[in-house]
């Protein structure tokens, strides 16, 4: 009888335990870590505007990361989102030449995924073939090194994180935030493969949430297809566009949402002194830290240890401009198939949801992030069975492909077509290669003189594209485009992510699902049958920039004159994405194909660095030029000009330009806003080019649900003497007064 008791006792519990959710299937590790680019006199990367070079900060660029393997620890997977327009290939060989000086054999090039979330509004010159770099004068290192630090950083953040959990599947659909900007050649696609879509952008966002054994959630991370276009070219401040703020908004409301003391007992704090010393501080040490320090040494930076990522999907032709194009001068909607306005492809915009742009990318971004909510907190389905990776490298400038019809093709070297240089209606064709050596960008003059006739073979190859540029054929001064991709297939039990190199278009990316969902559903096996999800991650590990149907190919818009490989470009990749798919299936090993090169001492920058910075007479940097006023009512802006110097001397990594801070009864000054946050504007400004001396204007939108009380501004920044020398600086406001009507 007691044994009878004492087992039905241990039954209990371990009921117990599963519905407490304490039995787990996987571990789980997330990381988030600052990537934010140089935010002075960098081109912005995505719109190919010469002109829309950085001046400041609107919020951060961070890059999320998380870690999966299974009970075993036999195997495991990295997939890391980041704030920036593409992965490039340079970015994805450092990152794992530093992990493997780090950790090993653990994370490698086969089992590390990096994906971009496409926003428009980073900093550039990150890549290392030459047509991606050349509006931004060639490449920037200090970009590079952001982004590639950061990503590694994320990474050893989520492997020291590593805890035992469970991960759960959802998804659904998302209206009223993604269109089709090229609707003219998705209508080029068979009717009866439209028929089986109602739509001819994927409405659809999948999402994982993750959990530790107590169900307590560790992190999130979802798909959906839009283009981070909802700010537009003319945007100089850092942003992280419509998804960079879906993240913001989904960490704020799962860490708290006050960066005040006071609340940290829900949150892992970090203490952090601007000169980028910094130390984690345990929560219990939290205020002996504060009263440790002189308040203007240090500034605080509270960050939960929830992690939620927005990942960009197949949104080659999607764009978050939701009204659509208008022509600007007349007001009325663009020629469609040529989105002009009487023949001017520069006057056709799509225009956002919003009244401007920040409102733009705020709509799209709360879209997303109450939509990812509702799929967060419904989400019951477990992800169940093992993890798993395979990877290749391919050199896609010469896949044999067979056709339906028996016909045998192939693919060709890269070429771009007279609409790439036209632009899209996000952001229309600004590129002025036509202008030649009237530039005035130097690294344009440089290689201009080695553009080459395209051959014969690569007209007939390339047709029907009419070739503008013969990337594939130029060798000076480095290769112009990747003629090898990195190919990449992940498995999480039933939930299958595919990792592309580029911009598929909506249907691309529905024809390479429905080929890998395929490979899956033949295979008897209790975890991967037709119960699989199937996820396109965009933008990852390399940028071979568009791939569109055969069918959209021959409308030759934008997608596909970008469509490097020739028309056949979208069928070799289903073809590896097949076979990579059928060697996870069947658990063999893929050829891992040649190896790409890494172009990194080979690159040209023509973009000066900070020579130095001074003060006028009289002043000092950090000193107040324009103060605030001595009072606000919410929903005002603040606004304070200090001087300053320039932000690429120090890129405040893990730290920030400015803090909006509150008074407490004792006096003591606390934290409220940094600048990675969405109320705060930091706009960096220099009178003329050579001019030493520049200027930072802060602004805070005071937010409705600010408290009443005392507040000040600080800025904080590094100047750079005559020798070469950098020194910290600070400066604050005189403080005011906030009231709530
Ligand atoms: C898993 O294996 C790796 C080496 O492959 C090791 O470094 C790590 O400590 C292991 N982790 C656990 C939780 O067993
Ligand atoms: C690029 O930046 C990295 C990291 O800051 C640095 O180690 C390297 O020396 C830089 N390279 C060049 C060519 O400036
Ligand atoms: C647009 O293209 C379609 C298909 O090629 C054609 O039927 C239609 O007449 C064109 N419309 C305009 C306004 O050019
Ligand atoms: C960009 O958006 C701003 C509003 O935020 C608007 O004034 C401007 O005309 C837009 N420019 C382009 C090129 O779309
Ligand atoms: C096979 O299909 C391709 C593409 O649709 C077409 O260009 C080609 O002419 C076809 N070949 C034959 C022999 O039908
Ligand atoms: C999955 O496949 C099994 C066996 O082929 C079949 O019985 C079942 O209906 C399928 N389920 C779905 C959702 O297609
Ligand atoms: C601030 O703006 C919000 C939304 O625009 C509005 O609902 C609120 O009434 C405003 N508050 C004050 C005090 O003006």
Redesign the pocket.
């Known amino acids: 009888m007691k044994t009878v008791l004492a087992c039905s006792f241990l039954v209990f519990i371990s009921i117990l335990g599963l519905i407490r959710g304490e039995s787990t299937e996987y571990f789980i590790g997330s990381g988030i870590h600052d990537i934010t680019g140089p935010a002075a006199d960098v081109n912005m990367m995505g719109y190919a505007n010469p002109s829309q070079t950085a001046k400041g900060i609107h919020f951060r660029q961070r890059s999320r990361a998380f870690i999966i393997h299974d009970k075993q620890n036999k195997s495991r997977i990295v997939f890391v989102s980041i704030d920036a327009c593409m992965v490039d290939q340079i970015v994805k060989l450092e990152v794992v030449k530093k992990l493997k000086a780090r950790f090993g054999k653990l994370y490698t090039e086969e089992n590390v995924c990096i994906s971009g979330i496409h926003t428009h509004s980073g900093p550039g010159g990150f890549l290392q073939y030459v047509l991606f770099d050349i509006t931004s004068l060639g490449f920037i290192n200090q970009t590079l090194f952001a982004y590639v630090d950061g990503i590694v950083e994320s990474i050893a953040k989520a492997h020291a994180d590593i805890k035992p959990g469970n991960i759960f599947v959802n998804q659904g659909q998302l209206l009223n935030s993604n269109i089709n900007r090229s609707p003219s050649a998705y209508l080029f696609n068979p009717p009866k493969e439209r028929a089986k879509y109602k739509y001819d952008v994927d409405k659809e966002m999948v999402l994982l949430k993750m959990a530790d054994a107590k169900g307590h959630g560790i992190g999130m991370v979802n798909w959906f297809a839009v283009h981070g276009t909802s700010m537009n070219n003319t945007n100089e401040l850092v942003s992280g566009d419509n998804k960079g703020y879906a993240s913001y908004l989904f960490e704020k409301e799962m860490n708290g949402k006050s960066t005040l003391p006071g609340k940290v007992s829900f949150v892992r704090l970090k203490i952090i002194q601007y000169n980028e010393l910094y130390r984690r501080a345990p929560i219990n040490q939290f205020l002996d830290v504060l009263t440790a320090l002189p308040t203007n040494q240090y500034y605080l930076q509270l960050q939960g240890s929830f992690v939620a990522a927005f990942a960009q999907s197949n949104e080659g032709d999607v764009s978050p401009n939701t009204r659509g194009p208008f022509c600007i001068d007349s007001g009325k909607p663009c020629n469609k198939n040529h989105s002009t306005c009487n023949g001017d492809d520069t006057k056709c915009i799509g225009r956002g949801p919003g009244a401007n742009m920040f409102e733009s990318t705020e709509i799209i971004g709360r879209n997303q992030f109450s939509k990812a909510k509702e799929l967060y907190d419904g989400a019951k389905k477990k992800v169940t069975g093992p993890v798993d990776f395979r990877h290749m490298y391919v050199d896609m400038t010469n896949v044999a492909v067979t056709l339906k019809n028996g016909t045998k093709v192939h693919t060709c070297k890269p070429a771009m077509g007279f609409s790439f240089a036209a632009g899209t209606t996000d952001g229309p064709g600004m590129f002025g290669f036509q202008q030649g050596y009237t530039t005035g960008n130097e690294f344009w003059n440089l290689i201009v003189k080695f553009l080459e006739k395209p051959s014969k073979e690569q007209i007939a190859c390339q047709h029907p594209k009419p070739i503008l540029l013969d990337t594939g054929e130029i060798k000076f001064p480095y290769r112009w485009q990747p003629f090898i991709v990195d190919l990449q297939v992940l498995r999480i039990g039933n939930f299958v992510i595919v990792a592309v190199p580029g911009e598929f278009t909506t249907m691309s990316g529905r024809r390479v699902r429905d080929a890998v969902h395929k490979v899956s559903?033949s295979v008897v096996d209790a975890h991967f049958?037709?119960?699989t999800t199937v996820v396109i991650a965009g933008l990852s590990n390399t940028y071979a920039d568009y791939i569109a149907t055969y069918e959209e190919y021959h409308a030759q818009r934008y997608e596909g004159a970008s469509t490097i490989y020739g028309p056949h470009t979208l069928q070799a990749y289903i073809s590896k994405f097949v076979e990579l798919s059928q060697a996870l299936v069947k658990g063999k090993a893929v050829k891992p194909g040649p190896t790409p090169p890494n172009l990194l001492k080979k690159q040209l920058s023509f973009v000066p660095g900070v020579v130095f910075d001074s003060a006028p007479i009289g002043k000092k940097f950090g000193q107040v030029k324009q103060d605030v006023k001595s009072k606000y009512k919410v929903n005002e802006t603040v606004e304070v000009i200090f001087y300053s110097a320039d932000p690429r001397n120090n890129l405040m990594t893990e730290g920030t330009f400015l803090t909006v801070e509150t008074q407490d009864k004792h006096g003591k000054w606390h934290v409220r806003l940094t600048d990675g946050d969405w109320d705060t504007r930091f706009y960096w400004h220099k009178p003329f080019i050579l001019d030493p001396s520049s200027t930072a204007k802060i602004t805070w939108t005071i937010s409705p649900d600010t408290p009443a009380g005392t507040y000040r501004i600080q800025h904080f920044g590094h100047s750079k003497g005559l020798l070469g020398d950098k020194q910290p600086f600070h400066g604050t406001s005189s403080s005011f007064k906030v009231t709530t009507n």
């Open positions: 559903r049958g037709n119960d």
